[in-house]
Nanobody, 121 residues
Framework: VQLQASGGGTVRAGGSLRLSCAVS????????MGWFRQAPGKEREFVAT????????DYADSVKGRFTISRDNAKNTLYLQMNSLKPEDTAVYYC???????????????WGQGTLVTVSS
């Protein structure tokens, strides 16, 4: 399974970005998916996860109400809509695939290369 994240960039605080993660090699619907992020000097942290059907989602408290994870299995693509961005959201964002929903990055089998999101104040 190959994952390709895109959509990062620089945005001012309060702005929005939508990240995408294109999946190839296997059908997306076989996997639950997640987004993680890693800021400079910090550990990788959980952002959001979504079940294979899209019916179940889970979010980190720090992004709940501002970020929305979604998927289009027909297009083999995962999304992360990020609204009301804050400077503390600045990080490299990674998409990942797993067999079950999890907040722990160690449970994920496949990873994208990451896309940088920078939020200026």
């Amino acid at each position: 399974v190959q994952l390709q994240a895109s959509g990062g960039g620089t945005v001012r605080a309060g702005g929005s970005l939508r990240l995408s993660c294109a999946v190839s090699g296997r059908t997306l619907s076989r996997y639950t998916m997640g987004w993680f992020r890693q800021a400079p000097g910090k550990e990788r942290e959980f952002v959001a996860t979504i079940s294979w059907s899209g019916a179940s989602t889970d979010y980190a408290d720090s992004v709940k109400g501002r970020f929305t994870i979604s998927r289009d299995n027909a297009k083999n693509t995962l999304y992360l809509q990020m609204n009301s961005l804050k400077p503390e959201d600045t990080a490299v964002y990674y998409c990942a695939a797993n067999r079950r929903m999890s907040r722990w990055y160690g449970n994920y089998d496949y990873w994208g290369q990451g896309t940088l999101v920078t939020v200026s104040s």
